[in-house]
């Protein structure tokens, strides 16, 4: 099969690849779709841990085809979405703790292990989730970061009722961020740069107050999703005294922060690596109960040889989530 691959000389290109057996406890899924992440770039350019040569992409949508020994058949041609982890030890104090994400020992799809950006990936049936039937499967792709959010908002820092929040960044998280805050009760604005004029747009029509610039010490949490030091910079300069700062974005390299600031404030500075079955669980309701919204954030969905011109999208005003579709 075709794939889009992270090479042993450290290149992302299409390859073919062998097609993975499926053992006892796995599923193979024809994909249907796998989004691209802002990690995927950060592997691309060797600023998040890879072991190549990979199939890369973990926001994975598809439909079961085959089952491993001790699977349940009642999988079989059934739409998912899946969690990203290939394998963690279990036996580790973090894994019993139901937080698998912080296993020293993780191996992940699409940087460990072979991921979605191909026609099949095989999958811990573990990992599954059924998509509701409300939810196309390229939109599904979505579940894999709102997960992330979930995890982010709701289970490390508790978004609540009556905060006054502000995201930034509108990008595919942020936008997520929006709506999951807003189901917590919070009211949110959303700030962006000015390329982003769309993307804030969709934001106010998700309910979002939008601002160009912020006034300081405001917001008693503040979710910095762009990962840009200049977008940093506001959060810390946004975030009232004792209120929460919440990191989403993943920078890819050292930012420099006013550090005293988090002593001077008496802040509460958190994120969450990833996502845990809880945040899952989570997710799957806010969708279900129409509280998130996934209409109009997968924008651009691409064939896998236009990889590149996929890639490159994501990096551009027009773009909020782009999806390779074998």
Known sequence: MIAVTKTVTGEVRLTDRTIREVGPGHVRLAVSATGICGTDLHIAADEYASIPPVTMGHEISGTVVQTGKGVDESWLEQRVACETYFS????CRMCRAG?????????SLGSFEDGGFAEYVVVPAINLHRIPDHISSEDAVLFEPLACVTQCLLERAGVKAGDRALVIGPGAMGLLSVQVALAAGARVTCVG??????????????????????????????????????GISTAFRAVCRAGRYI??????????????????????????????PNSWRRALDL????????????????????????????????????ALCP
């Open 287 to 322: 969708v279900t109960h129409r509280q998130v919204d996934f209409s109009g954030l997968v924008t651009h969905k691409l064939p896998l040889e236009q990889w590149e011109e996929a890639f490159a999208l994501i990096n551009s005003a027009d773009a909020i989530k782009v």
């Open 88 to 91: 963690a030890c279990e036996t």
């Open 247 to 276: 990191q989403v974005g993943i920078s890819g390299r050292d930012v420099t922060i006013p550090f005293d600031t988090i002593l001077f404030k008496e802040l509460s500075v958190t994120s969450g690596f990833a996502s845990t």
């Open 193 to 230: 740069l000015a390329a982003d004029a769309h993307r804030l747009a969709l934001a106010a029509r998700m309910g979002a107050t939008i601002a160009t610039d912020v006034e300081p010490e405001a917001y008693d949490v503040v979710i910095e999703c762009s990962g840009a030091a200049a």
């Open 99 to 107: 937080r698998r994400n912080l296993c020293v020992d993780r191996r």
